[in-house]
């Protein structure tokens, strides 16, 4: 299990962008593929953003083209660069951690609120 603390959400204007980071611990952080994945009240988590190990990227459609996800290993910190927000993206924002060929979770972060209101 890997440890994994988010922050960096907050309020913001519809069209503007926010920056969100998840810090893990422990050794091995480059091994790990990461995602953020994100909750909004009443719907089902889904995956927004993932990065394998060898820094491969994919989004979900509903992302693509305003969200950029990357990862410093040196740092042992993956990001979320959120741009162009739309209310829509309002909700609890996940990072996760997967390792081998499975894919299986290895941890999941507390959670950072992510609100576009005008």
């Known amino acids: 299990q890997v440890q994994l603390v988010e922050s960096g959400g907050g309020l913001v204007q519809p069209g503007g962008s926010l920056r969100l980071s998840c810090a893990a611990s422990?050794?091995?952080?480059?091994?790990?593929?990461m995602g953020w994945s994100r909750q909004a009240p009443g719907k089902q988590r889904e995956l927004v953003a993932f990065i394998t190990a060898g820094g491969s990227t994919n989004y979900a459609d509903s992302v693509k083209g305003r969200f950029t996800i990357s990862r410093d290993n040196a740092k042992n910190t993956v990001y979320l660069q959120m741009n162009s927000l739309k209310p829509e993206d309002t909700a609890v924002y996940y990072c996760?951690?997967?390792?081998?060929?499975?894919?299986?979770?290895?941890?999941w972060g507390q959670g950072t609120q992510v609100t576009v209101s005008s």
């Open positions: 996760n951690a997967r390792v081998g060929s499975t894919l299986s979770y290895a941890g």
């Open positions: 422990g050794s091995n952080f480059n091994s790990y593929h």
